[in-house]
């Protein structure tokens, strides 16, 4: 696939995810889609799909290999997935996340800043709160 086809691809996927079209997505991953590449602006697609809460389409990102825990660097979109997940309080998509492996206390900004939970907590969504202390996570830290 030459580079111009892998752009067409990217946009394709970049483009179905705030839409929540899953066939789009479907269709781009299978396409050859890098469900991994963030845009110019350093936001990868499994963070668009988590901070909108569009759970099956970040379960279609995560079954065709994109990592759980890479952080966005984007403008107004930097972090983790399930940081993103947790503060919105979109708790399926903090479920399907887990389910993939997702570090239910990674930190974002390398390491220096809010957890999961923390978000969780300041957003005030108990029902994110429970599903992430029943894996583990931990105000603070990571658990030990």
């Known amino acids: 696939m030459n580079q111009r086809q892998r752009k067409k691809l990217f946009r394709r996927l970049f ?3 705030p839409a929540g079209d899953t066939t789009a997505v479907e269709v781009a991953l ?3 889609a890098d469900p ?3 845009d110019g602006e350093g936001t990868t697609p499994l963070y ?3 901070v909108q809460g569009q759970t099956e389409i970040a379960r279609l990102l995560l079954a065709a290999g994109a990592s759980p825990d890479i952080e966005s660097s984007g403008i107004g979109a930097e972090g983790t997935p399930l940081c993103a997940a ?8 903090v479920r399907e996340l887990l389910a993939y492996g997702a570090d239910p206390n990674a930190r974002e900004d390398h390491g220096t800043g809010w957890s ?3 978000w969780a907590n300041r957003g005030r969504h108990p029902a994110t709160v429970a599903v992430l202390t029943a894996v583990g996570a ?3 830290g990571r658990a030990t």
């Open 36 to 38: 991994d590449q963030a």
């Open 30 to 32: 299978r396409a050859g």
């Open 48 to 50: 668009v799909a988590s």
């Open 86 to 93: 947790a503060c919105w309080g979109h708790t399926e998509t």
């Open 116 to 118: 999961p939970l923390e």
């Open 138 to 140: 931990v105000t603070g």
């Open 15 to 17: 483009n179905a995810i």
